[in-house]
């Protein structure tokens, strides 16, 4: 049984409009980073936002282990979900710094648990020194990095990327694109990572899938 | 959908959060209702009477009244807003600011200021008669009509329809008036072909609100002697005690207002012209020089003349003839009054507003989304006369039903305790001005957006500690100018107030017009400063907003 499975999952956004989704079926295994690539409006966001518990398919099946997320009769609410998401433009919180960020998702640890964790994800994104920081004052290749670490802090099932790369300059982007894949490894982490550019997922992703409209 | 699955979706969206939505939403339209249903209760004699011999009068002067008003704020307010927005000229900052001031100056304290500066013995006619030797004929000063009527609410409620249209003017249309221009029309033909037409919405948008201004309006109506609706509701209910009547009334007016809406709706429908593309290009002015610039200074500096310093110079010289009698321990106890009530409302008020704002900006299209926007927003349609009684009709009904209650906590048989208590008030402020603090609240939703909540919740908050840790800090400042509007509101409101307070509760609103009908209108300056002070207060802090907002 793999890791990770969708069965038939339909989805649409209101009535009128046909489903952006039809009986999309995917299975991963652990630890397997997975490229979803097609162009705007082919409903590969959505597809995140249906793991991620923001939005509720019409038909279909998520689970993660045994642990079903969401069914006909079901439906497990984002907080609950154990799924770390890094959003298209890292949605920071602006009023709180680099430290309070990554402390965020860690308040069902022990305090002390969460010192440790933070240290640990600091050093893993190479931003120690940064912690006192507020996100306006950190470059968009140093905001993705803190954005990976706090997704990544409460140590989720699995991770998902919503066009990471679309915010950074281009001569920027294959230097990251690099540091990226190392950290994932790194990390070990099952992920998937939505994307319209097939560089971006041909050197990250062990396997792609591509979407049509 | 299967059934299984509505079901789950149901599950899924109920929380406390929607519950208490919802259970506001039927509050605030209960008094509505019961409105309604005035229309097919049972008619009494006096009804007979009203209807034969007043209803039509009372139509009419309403009808003329909004008419009048509403076509002369048009020509001010639009033409205003078309000078501040295309051109350049001396001052224009200054006065872009200062057309908005009159908002600060409830127009009932208008009314008694300037009636009584234009009276025979009032400061205009003794200036002409001592320092001049004129005797003019009376009727040239005679504001206490239906023209004097419209002269005052034009010259304080013209800055809805300024401030909507130039808002539109600056942000929307260069793209079509440079074109215009290149196009080598001159400014009369952009102004009447392009400009007018192009600014149709926002005009219908600020006029309404106008209309529903005049049609809340008690003070000046009934300062005047002008047979409005609102001014024949109090009649019946503190003249002749007939609540059945003036409930029927009332349910006529909301009538008027329903077709309003509708009508304003329908001119907004198709005609929301928009440019196509998100690029917004600010509108380039053009310098004024010589003669059209100074017949511009000239029209500018009349109307902030007439519509904020004049009344305002005259109620400071009143101020000063009449302090030492009025600032005593009462006037403490008016601020006090004035200040608590304020606060308990607005505290509610804000609550709910953030409660239902919240739980509707994740589905934002949604029927449901659709209808509690509606329901909110419906208080400040109403005019407050209206709402007061439907108000004292569900308070009324609520004591019936609770009246054993009150004599098991020990309170004599028949007694009125909700609707004898100043709970009462604010339970009708909230519904009134529940609109005004959930826009503000709503665009600060709007402008964070939704990602920073998901973002939480994917770190594993729920609804309500992301609220608290995430949404409550980015909407602050929109929470806070929600509450100094609402504020301004409640401060100046004068017909809900007048109506629903409890015996000898008495604010600055109803002080000034208390002292205003006992022909002691200098001693009414000094609440009606306050009043005005508070309202520059929120004007000043809405205008700041906008323009950092700009920036």
């Known amino acids: 049984m793999s890791f990770f499975q969708l069965e038939n999952v339909t989805f649409g956004y209101g009535t009128g409009s046909g489903p952006v989704l039809r009986n999309f079926s995917l299975r991963m295994e652990q630890g397997e980073i997975v490229g979803i690539l097609g162009s705007s409006g082919c409903g590969k966001s959505t597809l995140l936002r249906l793991i991620a518990g923001l939005e509720a398919p019409a038909g279909g099946r998520i689970r993660i282990g045994e642990r079903v997320l969401v069914d006909e009769r079901q439906f497990v609410e984002p907080e609950h979900r154990g799924?770390?998401?890094?959003?298209?433009?890292?949605?920071?919180?602006?009023?709180?710094?680099?430290?309070?960020?990554?402390?965020?998702?860690?308040?069902?640890?022990?305090?002390?648990?969460?010192?440790?964790?933070?240290?640990?994800?600091?050093?893993?994104?190479?931003?120690?020194?940064f912690g006192k920081r507020y996100?306006?004052?950190?470059?968009?290749g140093q905001q993705q990095r803190v954005a990976f670490a706090r997704a990544l802090a409460p140590r989720p099932a699995i991770l998902l990327m919503d066009e990471p790369f679309s915010n950074l300059d281009a001569d920027l982007k294959q230097k990251i694109r690099e540091e990226l894949k190392t950290l994932l490894r790194a990390a070990h982490i099952t992920t998937i990572l939505v994307t319209h550019d097939r560089e971006d997922a041909e050197t990250i992703c062990d396997r792609i899938i591509r979407m049509a409209r | 959908m299967t059934g299984?699955?509505?079901?789950?979706?149901?599950k899924r969206k109920l929380n406390g959060w929607v519950a208490l939505s919802v259970m506001g939403a039927f509050l605030a339209l209960l008094p509505s209702l019961y409105i309604l249903l005035g229309l097919f209760a049972h008619t009494n004699e006096n009804w007979q009477h009203i209807q034969e011999y007043m209803l039509l009068d009372y139509a009419l002067q309403s009808l003329w009244l909004v008419l009048g008003?509403?076509?002369?704020?048009?020509?001010?307010?639009?033409?205003?807003?078309?000078l501040v927005a295309a051109y350049d000229f001396p001052l224009r900052r200054f006065f872009a600011f200062a057309f908005v001031l009159p908002l600060a100056i409830p127009p009932y304290i208008a009314?008694?200021?300037?009636?009584?500066?234009?009276?025979?013995?009032?400061?205009?006619?003794?200036?002409?008669?001592?320092?001049?030797?004129?005797?003019?004929?009376?009727?040239?000063?005679?504001?206490?009509?239906?023209?004097?009527a419209i002269f005052i609410f034009?010259?304080?409620?013209?800055p809805y329809v300024y401030l909507i249209t130039k808002t539109f003017l600056e942000k929307q249309s260069a793209a079509f008036i440079e074109n215009a221009r290149l196009l080598g029309k001159n400014s009369i033909h952009i102004f009447f072909r392009i400009v007018l037409p192009l600014s149709?919405?926002?005009?219908?948008?600020?006029?309404?609100?106008?209309?529903?201004?005049?049609?809340?309006d008690f003070g000046v109506t009934n300062h005047f002697g002008i047979q409005s609706f609102t001014t024949a509701i109090f009649k019946t209910w503190f003249g002749m005690y007939d609540v059945d009547s003036a409930i029927r009334l009332a349910a006529w007016l909301m009538s008027l207002i329903i077709g309003i809406f509708v009508v304003e709706r329908l001119v907004r429908k198709r005609k929301k012209f928009s440019s196509p593309t998100n690029r917004v290009t600010p509108l380039r002015r053009r310098k004024l020089t010589g003669l059209p610039m100074y017949a511009a200074l000239c029209f500018c500096m009349l109307i902030v003349s007439l519509s904020f310093f004049i009344p305002v110079v005259q109620l400071s010289v009143w101020a000063t003839w009449t302090y030492e009698e009025v600032l005593n321990e009462r006037f403490v106890q008016l601020l006090t009054n004035t200040l608590s009530i304020s606060v308990v409302s607005i505290t509610l008020l804000m609550l709910l507003a953030v409660t239902v704002a919240n739980v509707i900006r994740y589905s934002r299209t949604s029927v449901f989304a659709m209808v509690m926007t509606r329901l909110i927003s419906m208080g400040y349609s109403i005019p407050g006369a209206v709402l007061s009684i439907g108000v004292l009709a569900v308070m009324i009904s609520l004591d019936k039903e609770l009246g054993p209650l009150y004599v098991w906590l020990g309170f004599p048989e028949g007694k009125l305790v909700l609707s004898m208590s100043l709970f009462m008030l604010v339970f009708a402020y909230i519904i009134r001005f529940l609109a005004v603090g959930f826009n503000a609240v709503e665009a600060g939703f709007e402008k964070t957006g939704n990602r920073y909540a998901e973002a939480a919740r994917m770190l594993g908050m729920g609804m309500t500690r992301t609220f608290f840790k995430v949404d409550l800090p980015l909407i602050k400042g929109a929470v806070i100018t929600g509450f100094i509007l609402v504020f301004m509101e409640i401060v100046k409101e004068l017909p809900l107030t007048l109506l629903l307070r409890p015996f000898n509760f008495e604010t600055l609103a109803t002080k000034a017009y208390q002292y205003a009908s006992d022909e002691q209108i200098q001693q009414a300056s000094i609440p009606s400063l306050f009043i005005i002070a508070v309202g520059i207060i929120s004007v000043y802090f809405y205008h700041w907003v906008g323009e950092r907002q700009a920036k």
């Open chain 2, 4 to 10: 299984a699955a509505l079901l789950r979706n149901l």
């Open chain 1, 83 to 129: 799924v770390g998401m890094i959003f298209q433009d890292y949605a920071l919180f602006p009023h709180l710094t680099v430290e309070q960020n990554i402390l965020f998702g860690l308040h069902r640890l022990p305090k002390k648990e969460r010192e440790v964790r933070l240290r640990e994800m600091l050093a893993l994104v190479q931003m120690e020194g």
């Open chain 2, 154 to 158: 034009t010259l304080f409620l013209f």
């Open chain 1, 135 to 140: 996100p306006h004052e950190l470059s968009g």
């Open chain 2, 200 to 216: 149709q919405a926002a005009i219908a948008g600020g006029a309404s609100l106008v209309a529903f201004e005049v049609l809340n």
């Open chain 2, 69 to 82: 008003t509403g076509a002369c704020t048009i020509i001010v307010g639009v033409s205003l807003a078309w």
């Open chain 2, 111 to 148: 009314a008694y200021t300037y009636g009584n500066m234009l009276s025979y013995t009032g400061s205009i006619q003794t200036f002409l008669r001592n320092s001049l030797g004129w005797t003019l004929d009376q009727r040239y000063f005679d504001i206490m009509s239906m023209k004097g």
